[in-house]
């Protein structure tokens, strides 16, 4: 789903360059749930960021669902972005004067889909977050665990191959961080590819797979299974 081959980005900053992804090489298939860590600047949401088309790298080879990314027109980008990316953030980044619908409808509207599917769909996908009763409700009427489900049900709302979430439950507290780590274990559960970035071991250890970064390189890539072992001796 996601081949990643020898990726470097750097920032330039006035004179000097910041070398912050520095050769990564990352090969994930479908219906894998992932998760990407490291310490603060260690470069995951700039990973994530290139993985989402919202940033280009300077070098490598990024291929998503065959299709290579590299050099596309913006026009193109943003419908393979539309098509095949769902975006969940530490912030939910929901529009607070819409509800709940009119917020999992926005996105649906953008890719041209008639009232009364838009409609549809974000009912039912808010159905499936379990927040059909919250459906008429402004964001700032949720919790924080709500506000972040109906930004799953955003993210759903337009049928993307893959999920990418950037720190997801950085705001959450714990009980709710970890409700909507099994929820999203219950969307992985239905085949859907999934790659958290998280800076909490916690959270990593509820995803299938963990991709360790630090200063820009991956230092540790290991099936959550090798990742028990090594904790657990
Ligand atoms: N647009 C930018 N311009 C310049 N430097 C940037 C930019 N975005 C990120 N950086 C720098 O690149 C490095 C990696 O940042 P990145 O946000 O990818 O790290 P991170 O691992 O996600 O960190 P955190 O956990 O703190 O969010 C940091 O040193 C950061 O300051």
């Known amino acids: 789903m996601i081949r990643i081959e020898e990726l470097h980005k750097s920032y330039r900053m006035g004179s000097n360059n910041l070398h912050v992804l520095k050769g990564i090489n990352l090969d994930i298939k479908e219906g894998e749930f992932v998760s990407i860590m490291g310490s603060s600047g260690s470069g995951k949401s700039t990973l994530l960021n290139i993985i989402g088309m919202l940033d280009e790298a300077e070098k490598g080879s990024y291929v998503l669902d065959g299709v290579p990314i590299k050099n596309l027109s913006e026009k193109k980008a943003a419908v393979y972005r539309n098509k095949f990316l769902g975006f969940i953030f530490q912030s939910f980044n929901l529009i607070n004067y819409k509800n709940a619908t009119e917020n999992v409808a926005l996105p649906l509207y953008y890719q041209g889909m008639s009232r009364k599917l ?116």
């Open 118 to 233: 838009r409609k549809e769909k974000a009912l039912y996908y808010l159905e499936k977050v379990g927040l059909a009763d919250w459906a008429h409700h402004l964001p700032s009427e949720l919790s924080g665990g709500q506000k972040q489900r109906v930004a799953i049900a955003r993210a759903l709302a337009s049928e993307p191959k893959v999920l990418l979430a950037d720190e997801p439950t950085g705001a959450l507290d714990t009980k709710t961080s970890n409700e909507v780590m099994e929820f999203l274990q219950g969307i992985n559960d239905e085949g859907k590819t999934i790659l958290v970035v998280t800076h909490e071991q916690d959270i990593a250890n509820m995803t299938k797979r963990i991709v360790m970064l630090k200063d820009g390189k991956i230092v540790e890539d290991k099936f959550i299974e090798q990742v028990r072992a090594s904790q657990y001796v």
